[in-house]
C-alpha cells in the first residue's frame, strides 16, 4: 500500500526533516509513527499525502510514485487518503453535518446519497445527535471524532492521523483509539503519528529519532 | 451532468450565503459598482433618446437654389428643366417668388415688415432632393450649381445634421471612454473584493484543498461571488439610470418643447438593459479571474 524508497526531506536552508527513510506498509496493516516532537512524523504522512514533496527517494502510495506527480493529480490523490490532521482543520463556519459533507461535494457526490453517508460516519464516531452543531459547540474529543468522521466518510482504503489523541483525556483518548481500531478491523489501512502508542497495543511502530528510522 | 450541475448550484449557493453573511458590506460593495456603472451608462440612454430625437425631426438634408431678383420667369423654366435632366438630383420642387411672399405674409410678424417694401424681395427659388446625401456629394453637387446662369445663392441645409452628427459622434466617444475607465474601476473593485474573500476564507481554502478539491472546485465560489457582485451592482445601475430617466423626463420634456420637438425620455430598452447586466456580471467575473490567479496559489 505505502513504500518509502530511501526517502529524505530537507527544508531549506538545510534542515533534515527525513533522511534516508525505507519501509513498506501492507494492505489492512496498522501502523504507529511514533518518537519525539520534531522527530519528522509530521513531514512523514504530509509526504505520503503529497501535501509536502519528498527531496530524494521515492514515496509510492499503490504503486504510485506521489513525489512526482503534477500539481493537476494531487486531488485524485488526496480523495484516495483520509486525513485526520494535528490541528483538525475543521470549518468553524460550517456545522458538524456540513463539515463532513465537504469531502462528498468535493467529488461530486450524488446529494441523498451523500447525505446517507454523513449519517452514517456521524453516526461511527457517535455524533449523530450533534449534527446541527457549529464545531465551537463541541468538546475536544467530539471535535477529533468530527475530524475522523470527515475523514472516513469517503471510505478511503488508506487513513492518516497526526497526534489523534494529543490532548485529550485518557477515556476520550481511549475512545478514539477504539474508532481507529474498527476501521482498521474493517480493511482500512491506517497510518498514526502519535506518541501515545500504548493506545494502540498489537500494532506494528516505526520509531522515528532525528529525522532517521530506529531499527 | 447532474454531479456537475450539482456542484456549480452548490457554489452558487455558496456565494450567496457569504454575500448575505456581510449585508452592509455586500450592500456596499454593491452601491460603488452601481454607481461607477451608472455613469456610462446613464450617458447611453441619453444618447439613446438624442439619437431617436434626432430620428424623427426631419433629417433629410435638402439644397436650396435661388435665382437672382432680376431673373424672369423664363430663365427660372430653363434652370428648372437643366435641374430635372441632372441624374443626382432626386426631386426638383419650384417656389414662385408670389407663393413665397404669400407664405411669409401669413406670418403675423413678418407681414408689417413685408408690406413696407415696394418690391417682393424673395426670388424664385428650388428645393432639391439629392441622390446622394453624403456631405461631400452634397457640397460638390453645391459647387456645380453656383456655376448656373442666373443663379444667385446655393445653399446647403445639411450643416445642422453634420453639427447634430458630430455631437452625436463626441457623446458616443465620451460615453466609450467613461465606459472603459468605469469598466477598468470595476474590474478593480472586483479584484480587491475577491482578495479579501480569499483571505476570509483561507482555512476553507487550504483544507478543501487537502480533501481532495480541484483548483476549479475551489475558485467556482469565489468566481460566482465576482459574477453575483457584477450582477448586483448592475441591477443597481440600471435602477440608478430608470430612475435619473423618470425623474428627468419632465423637465427635459419642457426644455425641448421650447425648440418645437416632443421628447418623452425613455428608460434603458430591454437589449440595452440585458446588455447592461451581462456586461457587468461579466466584469464582476473577470475581476474574480484575475485575482484569483493572484492570490490562490499563494495561499
Known amino acids: 500500500m505505502i513504500r518509502f524508497d530511501r526517502v529524505s526531506k530537507r527544508y531549506p536552508p538545510g534542515v533534515d526533516a527525513l533522511s534516508d527513510i525505507s519501509f513498506e506498509v501492507a494492505e489492512r496493516e496498522m501502523v504507529l509513527v511514533s518518537g519525539h516532537s520534531g522527530a519528522g512524523k509530521s513531514t512523514l504522512l504530509k509526504l505520503i499525502a503529497a501535501v509536502e514533496k519528498s527531496t530524494g527517494g521515492a514515496v509510492l502510495v499503490g504503486g504510485q510514485n506521489v513525489s512526482g506527480l503534477a500539481r493537476a493529480a494531487l ?69 477529533q471524532r468530527l475530524a475522523i468522521a470527515r475523514a472516513v466518510v469517503g471510505r478511503p482504503k488508506l487513513l492518516l492521523a497526526d497526534e489523534p489523541t494529543a490532548h485529550l483525556d485518557a477515556d476520550t483518548a481511549a475512545d478514539v483509539a477504539r474508532i481507529f481500531k474498527e476501521f482498521n478491523h474493517v480493511g482500512v489501512t491506517v497510518l498514526i503519528a502519535t506518541y501515545a502508542g500504548d493506545l494502540f497495543p498489537g500494532a506494528r511502530r516505526l520509531q522515528l529519532e532525528h529525522g532517521k528510522l530506529l531499527p | 451532468m447532474t454531479a456537475w450541475l450539482a456542484q456549480h448550484g452548490d ?108 418690391a417682393n424681395p424673395f426670388p424664385d427659388a428650388f428645393v432639391l432632393a439629392v441622390a446622394d446625401e453624403r456631405p461631400e456629394a452634397m457640397e460638390r453637387l453645391a459647387v ?122 425613455q428608460t434603458p430598452g430591454t437589449r440595452d438593459s440585458a446588455l447592461l447586466l451581462a456586461f457587468a456580471a461579466g466584469l464582476g467575473w473577470l475581476g474574480a479571474i484575475i485575482s484569483l490567479q493572484q492570490h490562490l496559489r499563494k495561499s
Open chain 1, 75 to 143: 486531488p485524485y490523490l488526496r480523495r484516495r487518503i483520509g486525513m485526520v490532521f494535528q490541528d483538525q482543520k475543521l470549518l468553524f463556519d460550517r456545522n458538524a453535518f456540513e463539515n463532513v459533507m465537504l469531502p462528498l461535494s468535493i467529488t461530486g457526490f450524488p446529494r441523498r446519497e451523500a447525505a446517507q453517508r454523513v449519517r452514517a460516519a456521524l453516526d461511527k464516531v457517535g455524533l449523530s445527535s450533534r449534527e446541527k452543531a457549529l464545531p465551537v459547540m463541541l468538546s475536544g474529543g467530539e471535535q
Open chain 2, 11 to 118: 457554489a452558487v449557493r455558496l456565494a450567496m450565503r457569504r454575500l448575505a453573511s456581510a449585508p452592509v458590506n455586500s450592500l456596499l460593495y454593491l452601491l460603488a459598482i452601481g454607481v461607477a456603472l451608472a455613469l456610462p451608462a446613464g450617458g447611453q440612454m441619453l444618447l439613446a433618446n438624442a439619437l431617436s430625437l434626432a430620428g424623427t425631426t426631419s433629417a433629410v438634408p435638402h439644397i436650396s437654389v435661388f435665382m437672382a431678383a432680376n431673373a424672369d420667369r423664363g430663365m427660372a423654366a430653363e434652370i428648372e428643366s437643366r435641374l430635372k435632366k441632372r441624374g443626382d438630383i432626386k426631386r426638383v420642387q419650384f417656389l414662385p417668388r408670389e407663393e413665397t411672399l404669400a407664405r411669409m405674409k401669413a406670418n403675423p410678424g413678418l407681414r408689417d415688415v413685408i408690406e413696407a417694401l415696394a
Open chain 2, 144 to 265: 456645380e450649381l453656383r456655376q448656373l446662369p442666373r443663379v444667385e445663392h446655393v445653399q446647403l441645409d445639411s450643416a445642422w445634421v453634420r453639427r447634430l452628427d458630430a455631437l452625436l459622434q463626441l457623446g458616443r466617444t465620451a460615453v466609450l471612454v467613461l465606459g472603459v475607465l468605469l469598466s477598468a474601476g470595476l474590474i478593480a473593485i472586483s479584484f480587491s473584493i475577491i482578495r479579501m474573500q480569499v483571505l476570509t476564507h483561507r482555512t476553507e481554502i487550504e483544507v478543501s484543498g487537502l480533501l481532495g478539491a480541484t483548483d476549479g472546485f475551489i475558485r467556482r465560489p469565489f468566481l460566482y461571488y465576482g459574477l453575483l457582485l457584477g450582477l448586483g451592482g448592475g441591477i443597481v445601475a440600471w435602477l440608478l439610470v430608470g430612475a435619473a430617466a423618470l425623474w428627468l423626463r419632465a423637465p427635459l420634456g419642457e426644455l425641448v418643447r421650447l425648440y418645437d420637438l416632443t421628447l418623452v425620455l
